[in-house]
């Protein structure tokens, strides 16, 4: 395979802003809005929310996802809402934890922790960004009105130098996919491999990579020497 990698950018999406959240009825609202690096997809070297988004905040005992439909064209602010349906909870939470991407995790709110976050093994390209779901953000807020989410895993950048490269694999010492506990220490988030493997398998769609594009696989932060 072709690959070479050319660098790691290191905590390409990182704060979230949110205002809110605002109660109407059983419904309640977060307005986010991105600073200047934040998922969900690259427009330029400044990464937006787009599409069908979701989040999951914890209060420690239930997990609520909260979903946004940012459009088709990416864009900077976007509302996320969550409407408890039968048999779910209402939000009534000051205290919470936030995850992008929304998923099942576990949380110690003390602690300020959550676990089984998870880096895919295997990752869908594409063209000049990155798949989005892969890349792991976390806040931590109690004056349920701001969420200033960080970025916990980094972009590991790269091109391909052949015509015909339609797989590949990055391999690196330390954990940099799979489970990971995640930890939101004091605002720089660490992750810690429970069950991670030391390399990522790549395609795009069993499509050929394209010499002229800049690709991206989200990996927890580890050594590249080789």
């Known amino acids: ?16 802003e949110n205002v809110g959240p605002e109660t109407q009825g ?9 600073d200047v690096d934040t998922k969900a997809v690259l427009d330029g070297v400044v990464s937006k929310w787009c599409g069908d988004e979701l989040i999951t905040l914890h209060d420690g005992t239930n997990a609520f996802t909260f979903y946004a439909n940012a459009g088709e064209i990416p864009t900077s602010t976007v509302d996320f809402i969550y409407t408890p349906g039968e048999g779910q909870p209402e939000f009534t939470a000051t205290e919470v934890l936030a995850v992008y991407p929304s998923g099942d995790y576990s949380a110690d709110l003390a602690g300020k922790k959550v676990g089984n976050v998870v880096i895919p093994h295997f990752q869908t390209l594409v063209n000049d960004s990155y798949p989005a779901t892969a890349a792991v953000a976390m806040a931590y807020s109690t004056d349920k009105a ?22 590949g694999c990055i ?12 930890a939101y220490n004091s605002g720089n988030p660490e992750l810690t491999a429970t069950e991670a493997k030391q390399w990522v398998d790549f395609n795009k769609n069993d499509e050929f990579l394209s010499k002229d594009a800049t690709y991206y696989v989200a990996v927890a932060p580890a050594s590249l020497n080789k």
């Open 146 to 167: 701001t969420l200033n989410f960080k970025n916990a895993t980094t972009l590991l950048k790269f091109k391909v130098a052949g015509d015909d490269v339609t797989y």
């Open 26 to 34: 059983e419904t309640v609202i977060y307005t986010a809005s991105t």
């Open 171 to 182: 391999a690196a010492e330390g954990g940099i996919s799979g489970t990971f506990d995640l």
């Open 1 to 16: 395979v072709a690959a070479i990698a050319m660098f790691v950018a290191a905590s390409c999406a990182q704060e979230l």
